[in-house]
């Protein structure tokens, strides 16, 4: 925070804010805010000490780096690192400065002393290790200089890490009859597909919602790393019409349209001409995320709503960036296999909780974008952004997505496996109590159970009218009886 208030610095401020205070070290946390205040002899005096706290108490946000680098003379960075040739500090800030700058400094090579980790795995989670020899300093970012997000440790996350839900998961379905897992899964594959869609308003047509069940079974095999397999799943999900063969070239944002026909802004997207760039970035973000021992939603995190934000399609950037969830925990191993979590379902379900998690991000964000609509709300954005988008802090989305999978297993599997053992105990009694058709007694199963126990007289009149009241009566009795020792 000195760094950014001495450098004058438009950048998102970080989630981590340290200063100086009368009294003991503490730690106070606000929403998303972390406060974290130090004693006095902590006190720092100039900006490189500055930089030095940050590279040793706080979590490396390179969007605040990349920024105070282009405000800072070279030389003051030579002459801060020749004053401490090998110290650790010096070391992580000259690769950090070489690295995002591209600016290689008159600076000879550190002599052979200890490598050191430049992200504190400590405070963050940590990427591919790379050596680079020239600093002695290990890469561990989890992406690349074009685009890297970073995901804070906190201990609801280490909590949620350690709780195995893999293995929680490996476990249902071990226990599971497979003819019925198998019955489970197509349902989740369904449910998960109508509620992408709903989630954007959209009612998704037979032949849609089809392609998009077969894109979720065969996620594991999709490449997120090649261009050609995102432009192939867009002409796959979106009406015919708005299919694309390249990432967009138009500005968009999202908002809605007011009583008075203004548009009210909440997220404005990347502008088109740094879309290329970003989406490259991603894609070598993603492929060094497959090579890292990042824990999975995490991953996904990072990956899914990255993808959202940058919003490379005109159409069926929700849809895509939900399907990456599943292409991730199902290419990892996480999932299963054919096993989808309907992430969808929870996220349509905790609406609030969804947006509240895209604005935590959104909202920061407008006051950096300078823009302007004309009067056919066509947006122009007139400052560089892109880096807004290259260097953001995920760890908000990481938690959420890690409720949402959950919730999936312990709520939305648990609940379907448990109804269709229910269900077929119940049809096994129906056909004791009158022997009919399998399709008409699973009908006459559903309607009872979905009205509480008893059929309407509607439903016995219209579908039912061969049954006598008294066989229904006791098929009714039978079926409440199970579904109360349920």
């Known amino acids: 925070m000195a760094v950014i208030e001495e450098l004058g610095l438009s950048v998102l401020s970080p989630a981590i804010r340290s200063s100086i205070i009368a009294g003991a070290r503490r730690t106070r946390i606000e929403k998303t805010i972390v406060s974290e205040q130090y004693p006095k002899n902590y006190a720092t005096e100039g900006l490189f000490e500055n930089f030095k706290f940050a590279l040793r108490y706080e979590p490396i946000d390179l969007g605040v780096f990349k920024a105070a ?64 020899k020239r600093q002695r300093v290990i890469d561990n970012l989890l992406g690349n200089r074009e685009y890297c997000p970073i995901i804070r440790r906190t201990e609801k996350l280490d909590a949620v890490m350690a709780e195995g839900l893999d293995l929680e998961t490996r476990s249902i379905v071990e226990e599971t009859d497979p003819v019925v897992l198998s019955r489970a899964i197509t349902y989740l594959y369904t449910r998960e597909t109508k509620s992408s869609f709903a989630i954007e308003g959209e009612v998704v047509a037979k032949g849609r919602s089809e392609r998009f069940v077969a894109a979720l079974e065969s996620a594991a095999d999709f490449d997120p790393t090649e261009k050609k397999s995102f432009i192939d799943l867009q002409s796959k999900i979106v009406d015919p019409r708005f299919v694309e063969t390249n990432w967009r070239k138009l500005q968009n944002y999202v908002g809605q349209t007011m009583s008075d026909y203004t548009e009210q802004v909440h997220f404005v997207c990347p502008k088109p001409e740094d879309v290329e760039s970003l989406m490259d970035g991603w894609m070598k973000f993603t492929g060094r995320l497959r090579e890292s021992e990042v824990h999975p939603i995490c991953a996904a995190a990072a990956m899914s709503f990255g993808f959202v934000f940058i919003h490379p399609f005109e159409d069926g950037n929700g849809r895509i960036h939900r399907f990456l969830i599943h292409q991730h925990l199902a290419s990892t191993g996480f999932a299963p296999a054919k096993l989808v979590f309907p992430v969808s379902s929870v996220m349509l379900r905790e609406r609030g909780a969804y947006d509240r998690v895209l604005e935590s991000y959104s909202k920061p964000l407008l006051p950096f974008i300078e823009y302007y609509l004309n009067d056919k709300g066509e947006m122009t954005v007139e400052n560089p952004t892109s880096d807004l988008y290259r260097y953001w802090d995920a760890t908000a989305f990481a938690e959420f997505l890690f409720h949402c999978v959950k919730e999936t297993i312990r709520r939305d599997l648990r609940e379907e496996l448990g109804f269709l053992v229910l269900f077929d105990v119940a049809l096994r009694r129906v056909m004791e109590i009158v022997d009919m058709p399998d399709r008409r007694a699973s009908l006459l199963v559903r309607l009872i159970i979905q009205n509480r126990g008893v059929l309407s007289k509607s439903k016995k009149e219209s579908e039912f009218p061969l049954l006598s009241q008294d066989e229904v009566k006791e098929i009714e009795a039978a079926i409440r009886e199970i579904t109360a020792q349920s």
């Open 69 to 132: 680098f282009a405000r800072i003379d070279a030389k003051n960075v030579i002459e801060w690192v020749r004053s401490e040739p090998t110290g650790i500090y010096a070391r992580k800030l000259w690769y950090l400065f070489e690295y995002l700058t591209g600016h290689i400094l008159d600076l000879p090579d550190v002599p052979p002393t200890g490598n050191v980790d430049l992200l504190n795995s400590q405070l963050q989670l940590t990427g591919k290790r790379i050596l680079i």
